[in-house]
């Protein structure tokens, strides 16, 4: 069975949360990341910044627990068995520090197949507020193999 492409009305709740420092600091652990500026609010403050300063990819982390795009997939009639992270894309516009209340506005804007139908294609398009500034544009793309369809 294929993406039933209704997912593309569906308009996922906007999510708000604090950036907290502890969650930086175990995500720049996680990713081997050594630079103290994301780890240390001194270093950070030393560096030009007011706190502890989120890493690039810490944004992807912090929407995905934040949202329930598992939960969309599956409403849509998506095995999660299927499902495969196929990209991501990031654009800054301005940093994330530890004490930022961002605001998560996600839309799926795009459905496709590929192979004859074996595989399809989500397209996730989050765009990432403070206030009322536009700090990041987050984008994925999850693959969904569609066993049994002609390709």
């Given at each position: 069975m294929?993406?039933d492409?209704a997912i593309l009305?569906l308009?996922?709740?906007?999510?708000?949360?604090d950036?907290?420092?502890?969650?930086?600091r175990?995500?720049?652990?996680?990713?081997g990341?050594?630079n103290?500026?994301?780890s240390d609010?001194e270093?950070?403050?030393?560096?030009?910044?007011?706190?502890?300063?989120?890493?690039?990819t810490?944004?992807?982390?912090?929407?995905?627990e934040?949202s329930d795009v598992?939960?969309d997939?599956?409403a849509?009639?998506?095995?999660?068995?299927?499902?495969?992270?196929?990209?991501?894309?990031?654009?800054?516009?301005?940093?994330v520090?530890?004490?930022?209340r961002?605001r998560f506005e996600t839309?799926?804007?795009?459905?496709y197949?590929?192979?004859?139908?074996?595989?399809d294609?989500l397209?996730?398009r989050?765009t990432?507020s403070?206030?009322?500034?536009?700090v990041?544009?987050l984008?994925?793309?999850?693959v969904?193999?569609?066993?049994?369809?002609p390709s």
């Amino acid at each position: 069975m294929g993406l039933d492409h209704a997912i593309l009305d569906l308009t996922p709740p906007v999510a708000t949360v604090d950036v907290e420092r502890g969650r930086i600091r175990q995500f720049a652990h996680a990713i081997g990341e050594t630079n103290p500026i994301y780890s240390d609010r001194e270093a950070a403050i030393a560096a030009g910044h007011p706190d502890v300063l989120a890493p690039p990819t810490f944004l992807f982390g912090l929407e995905l627990e934040n949202s329930d795009v598992f939960g969309d997939l599956a409403a849509h009639g998506v095995d999660l068995g299927n499902v495969l992270h196929g990209e991501q894309r990031f654009r800054y516009f301005a940093p994330v520090h530890a004490g930022d209340r961002v605001r998560f506005e996600t839309a799926y804007v795009d459905a496709y197949s590929k192979a004859g139908g074996a595989l399809d294609f989500l397209v996730r398009r989050t765009t990432v507020s403070r206030g009322d500034d536009v700090v990041a544009e987050l984008e994925s793309v999850s693959v969904i193999k569609n066993p049994g369809s002609p390709s």
